[in-house]
């Protein structure tokens, strides 16, 4: 009998023993939450863009508040907040604490504290503040209002970002009234690491204004901009406008909220017209270069014809040949031209398994693997259903549906060198306090998809179209711009819209050594919708503004 008591006090106090001292610690001890501040965000520079202030949270413990009709009387004035609610939460019984408001500022809380209510205690907790308000809300993303990640950055590297909370103990007795001489435990609070952005501030100012701009002269359903380092596969500037201040959400307007909170340039699919023709060209010049019999050579001289009938079908051109200016047309002044029935050959003559295969190599039908939720992967004709009326139209852009950062990355290979490269937001997470480096991300190639020559080729063709062609309005003087113009005409539940187009421009410079991508998408312009007249001049102001901001000297 005595082995089997001897053997049960050693179970409670060595195996048992931790979880019973626990149990009796909550019966006595009362904890009050202390909340870690949420990791800074800066950009790549090191500029701060969200950052934590401090703020409050007004707790009450039910039975330390010696007078709850007039504990509730003042806090309704200062909270201005409903007094039967708070009422109700100070006279509530068997719990040891409750939360009266969170996320206060130091003002109201001085009020408060000069109160000196009975039972009513402030913690402090951070208040996310956002540096520069709507300045790339939509990747930023926002908070919930107990600070934890709901979009965004925020909510994709929430982990890094929220911290760990401590909390404050005091000994209290039976009734969980506060012990005048009780011992007090203090845990402190290890706040979030920093992130910091591949996004350069200036230059997503820069786009951000030119968004504006483009908003107030064009009307606009929507207008976006992506601005990347094709070497690297960094982000530097991601926006969209219409947009929201992150320091003012319009959280009582939920749809309105996430309408204008969404990072569309990774989450909506559009129809990216004859800026997709950058990937046919690409494809017939490697193709060409290994040896497809089927593949036309840059010298080729395509039929003079503006019209192809395709699965008893007719393909236009956008403009009728009128005086032969189409006539006699190699690769380079197809491109240069943008004319639809050269791409609808070059799709149709390679065929869908070669296309499909390049599709594929391009990134397109997948998701990049941005550090971002909620990215698309786009959309494909199955090839096993793909017709050659959906293939001749998938040459010139139509019948394939791509997110702006598809397109995006799909051009900076073609001409980059041939080198598809993964996209990323964040290039560093690190702790401020000891100054040491967590993460660290690198630029990721993803595949090759054309070889350096092919590439070399592409960049000197999209150059001719910035100097003579549909993108001349993108020209920089002195400087090597190339890129390329599309028009698409929406589709809206299934059909095609009438007078609805999608105008864009995707650009970039040197051409003859290729750095810096600018993708503009004007979404419904008013009046013009040739994206050569809609979109390409905003795309030359940030080329403009880069050069000056990175002191770029001109070509000698």
Request: proline share 4%.
């Amino acid at each position: 009998m005595f082995a089997v008591i001897f053997l049960r006090l050693g179970y409670i106090q060595i195996v048992w023993g931790s979880e019973l001292k626990a149990r009796a610690g909550e019966q006595w001890q009362r904890d009050l939450p202390l909340r870690a501040y949420r990791g800074d965000i800066v950009d790549t520079n090191g500029s701060l863009l969200a950052t934590t202030q401090t703020g409050y949270s007004v707790y009450a413990r039910p039975q330390s508040v010696e007078n709850a009709e007039y504990a509730a009387e003042v806090l309704s004035n200062i909270l201005q907040t409903e007094k039967s609610t708070l009422y109700e939460k100070l006279t509530k019984r068997g719990v040891s604490e409750v939360t009266l408001r969170r996320q206060i500022n130091s003002e109201t809380a001085e009020q408060i504290r000069n109160c000196n209510i009975a039972g009513v205690y402030l913690a402090s907790e951070g208040l996310r503040s956002y540096v520069y308000g709507d300045l790339l809300s939509q990747v930023l993303g926002f908070v919930s209002s107990d600070g934890t990640g709901q979009t965004g950055l925020e909510a994709y590297y929430d982990k890094y970002l929220q911290g760990i909370n401590g909390m404050l103990l005091t000994e209290t007795d039976l009734v969980g009234r506060e012990l005048n001489n009780g011992n007090t435990t203090y845990i402190p609070a290890v706040n979030g690491l920093t992130l910091t952005l591949t996004i350069d501030s200036v230059i997503q100012t820069v786009a951000e204004n030119v968004l504006e701009l483009a908003m107030y002269q064009q009307s606009p359903q929507a207008a976006r901009c992506i601005v990347l380092d094709v070497t690297t596969g960094e982000i530097l500037a991601m926006a969209s406008k219409p947009s929201v201040d992150l320091n003012n959400l319009p959280r009582d307007d939920v749809e309105y909220l996430m309408k204008y909170s969404k990072n569309t340039l990774l989450t909506d699919v559009y129809e990216p017209g004859s800026t997709f023709k950058v990937l046919t060209a690409s494809a017939c010049l490697e193709e060409y270069r290994n040896g497809n019999p089927k593949a036309f050579s840059p010298e080729h001289i395509f039929g003079s014809s503006g019209i192809r009938i395709v699965d008893g079908s007719k393909i236009s051109c956008w403009t009728k040949h009128a005086n032969g200016k189409h006539s006699n047309q190699n690769l380079s002044d197809a491109l240069n031209n943008s004319c639809n029935p050269v791409f609808t050959d070059i799709a149709l003559s390679l065929g869908k398994d070669t296309m499909y295969e390049y599709l594929e190599k391009f990134g397109y039908g997948s998701v990049t693997g941005i550090d971002f939720a909620g990215e698309q992967a786009g959309l494909l004709v199955p090839q096993n259903a793909v017709t050659n009326g959906d293939l001749a139209r998938i040459g010139f852009g139509q019948t394939i549906a791509v997110t702006a950062l598809q397109l995006c990355m799909a051009t900076a290979a073609a001409v980059n060198g041939g080198l598809l490269m993964k996209p990323y937001l964040v290039k560093e997470i690190s702790d401020p306090i000891p100054g040491q480096t967590v993460k660290r991300f690198t630029p990721t190639v993803v595949n090759r998809v054309i070889s350096e020559e092919t590439s070399k080729q592409i960049a000197a063709m999209l150059q001719r179209v910035v100097d003579e062609g549909g993108g001349k309005n993108a020209k920089v003087e002195g400087y090597q711009v190339g890129g390329k113009t599309g028009t698409a005409q929406k589709f809206i539940n299934g059909a095609l819209a009438t007078g609805k187009y999608v105008s864009s421009f995707v650009g970039f410079f040197p051409s003859s050594s290729p750095k810096y991508l600018v993708l503009m998408i004007i979404d419904e312009p008013q009046g013009q919708s040739y994206g050569s007249i809609v979109a390409a001049p905003y795309a030359g102001i940030i080329f403009r503004e880069i050069i000056n901001y990175k002191n770029i000297a001109p070509l000698e």
